[in-house]
């Protein structure tokens, strides 16, 4: 699995745009990029997942560098129930399971 | 996507007893797994949970220590067996459904060994 890197912390004002940022130089051409969410007390959600283009979705965007070796999500505005840990994971279509990284923990500010 | 159901959602347990968490998954599933998420960590992965067969375990598991069921295509079971306080953590169960590229989580069974 391609290792990822994120901040282990980000801030942002409520309804305000977030990015978030992820390196994943180590990712190979067939890796789907997903992203994840944890909410406090609950199982990781579903948020986006993209191979090369940029992908939107009633949650979010995610926008993919062109050589693939990093990708932001992006919260257009960020509201207090956004505050989770959001993880990025690079997925290869052999692969059955997640591998979860350390994650960026997201503060929203009132 | 597809809903999970995990109890207990939480337990305090006596060390040297074992626990079994259920998952209950509302529809069929071609796969499922166990994970395990110890305070203020990120979650990693136990096994794979496998119909009619034996679970595929992750390094550093085992099937002693983590037996796992999976007698169907919507329901499986993670038993913590012998427990010692290393084992208090949140275990999570997790679901891919038939054409779905989206994982499904349980909201986990928090564990107290004491």
């Known amino acids: 699995d391609a290792k990822t890197t994120q901040p282990n912390s980000m801030e942002s004002n409520e309804e305000e745009p977030v990015h978030l940022p992820c390196n994943h130089s180590?990712?190979?051409?067939?890796?789907?990029i997903h992203w994840y969410r944890q909410l406090p007390s609950q199982g990781p959600e579903y948020v986006i997942h993209?191979?090369?283009s940029n992908v939107n979705n009633r949650m979010a965007s995610l926008a993919i560098a062109e050589d693939r070796k990093s990708s932001t999500l992006i919260l257009h505005r960020a509201t207090l129930r956004d505050a989770a840990v959001y993880y990025c994971?690079?997925?290869?279509?052999?692969?059955?399971?997640?591998?979860f990284g350390s994650g960026t923990q997201l503060t929203v500010l009132p | 996507s597809a809903v999970i159901s995990q109890k207990p959602s939480r337990d305090i347990c006596q060390r040297g007893t074992s626990l079994t968490i259920q998952c209950q998954v509302d529809?069929?599933?071609?796969?499922m797994f166990w994970y395990r998420q110890q305070p203020g960590q990120s979650l990693t992965l136990i096994a794979t949970a496998n119909q009619g067969s034996e679970a595929t375990y992750e390094s550093g598991f085992v099937i002693d220590k983590f037996p796992i069921s999976r007698p169907n295509l919507t329901f499986s079971t993670l038993t913590v067996s012998n427990m010692s306080p290393e084992d208090s953590s949140i275990y999570l169960c997790s679901a891919l459904g038939r054409g779905k590229y989206g994982y499904t989580f349980g909201s986990g069974t928090r564990l107290t060994v004491v």
């Open positions: 529809s069929q599933v071609t796969m």
């Open positions: 180590t990712i190979s051409g067939t890796d789907y």
């Open positions: 994971i690079p997925r290869s279509g052999s692969a059955r399971q997640l591998t």
């Open positions: 993209g191979l090369t």
